[in-house]
């Protein structure tokens, strides 16, 4: 499965939190913006959605830039999304989608790309994709924001919201193709973009990964007793009584004047008799016997889990310092 996370730039009022409404098609998750210039995001939001293809996306709706009302600091804001960004231990971000309004007259787009720079580096700019919103005052306006965002060689899609009907007040979902379409147009200029590393994050994880081994290995190992058994291959005897036959030698008085005489003659008979023999049956027997078995040493994700409760907490205690 394909999954991307983006990060949402933008000053208040420019359609981020309308275009989570959008691509999730719910009017309430959360609250637009009025026509005051005040943010409804105060912190950050996390909304996932499933897309067309097995695609996952998942969405992190920032505080508002330049708030007047919120009064954080660019510092504050990127403090705030690692904060968010650690239980999860999201280590990068696909794409950073800045906002600018096609309605508003004055152009904060340069000003914003200028901000992202200064809070998350010059190399930044590789990852942005400007989302332009709402309905154009004029098509010269469009043009110049157009001419923008090639003049800074970032990658641009038009985009339009859900929204409620100014004199009904009924929500008006946008059209599910043009929605289906505006999606694939964005997704492409997403992949399009490099990857943002979060090097702070993905030291954690790496110190998270790195502990939680050095903590299995160091765990002894167990054994547990366990009987098995085998077949042993003996002789068994059996003695028994056979009949067999021997000559006997015998004598008896010749006959006529042979026995008068006293004379004997001898012969051999067979004779029967009783006899015992040893017979030898191959046998096997059952033997019992034990031996000490290893018990297998717990998942790695179960040390991973243990610490980063520890080393996520820490993190998130530093960062409020």
């Known amino acids: ?5 983006v ?3 933008g000053d208040t009022r420019v359609g981020k939190t309308s275009f989570v409404n959008t691509i ?11 026509d005051n210039g005040e943010s409804t995001t105060a912190e950050v939001s996390e909304c996932t959605t499933q897309l067309s293809g097995g695609k996952k996306l998942n969405i992190y709706d920032t505080p508002g830039m330049n708030d007047s009302r919120l009064r954080l600091s660019n510092k504050e804001i990127r403090t705030k ?3 968010h960004l650690s239980t999860s231990l999201t280590t990068a971000v696909d794409a950073f ?10 152009i904060t787009m340069r000003r914003n790309l200028a901000t992202l720079t200064q809070t998350f580096g010059p190399q930044v700019t590789q990852s942005c994709v400007v989302v332009l919103t709402k309905e154009p005052q004029s098509e010269g306006r469009t043009r110049n924001l157009l001419q923008i965002c090639s003049d800074l060689k970032v990658p641009a899609v038009f985009w339009e919201n859900s929204h409620v009907e100014p004199d009904s007040g009924v929500w008006k979902s946008l059209d599910p193709k043009k929605l289906t379409l505006q999606i694939e147009s964005l997704l492409t200029k997403i992949r399009a973009v490099k990857k943002y590393e979060l090097t702070n994050l993905q030291a954690l994880k790496n110190d998270i990964n ?13 054994y547990e007793t366990k009987n098995y058994t085998i077949q042993v291959p003996y002789m068994e005897a059996e003695v028994r009584n056979v009949t067999k036959q021997r000559p006997v030698v015998k004598d008896k008085w010749a006959g006529g004047m042979g026995k008068m005489l006293g004379q004997k003659k001898t012969y051999v008979v067979m004779e029967n008799y009783t006899d015992q023999e040893t017979i030898y049956h191959e046998r096997s027997r059952e033997e019992t016997k034990t ?20 080393r996520v907490a820490a993190f998130k205690r530093q960062l409020m310092q």
């Open 210 to 222: 790195a502990e939680a081994n050095r903590r299995r290995d160091a765990e002894a190992t167990q």
């Open 291 to 310: 031996h000490q078995v290893a018990i297998p040493k717990r998942p790695i994700e179960f040390y991973i889990d243990i610490v980063k409760k520890e």
């Open 1 to 5: 499965m394909m999954e991307l996370n």
């Open 24 to 34: 999730v098609n719910r009017r309430d998750w959360k609250r637009v913006g009025g």
């Open 81 to 83: 999304l690692e904060y």
């Open 7 to 9: 990060m949402l730039i």
């Open 97 to 106: 989608l800045v906002f600018e309004s096609l309605r508003s007259e004055a």
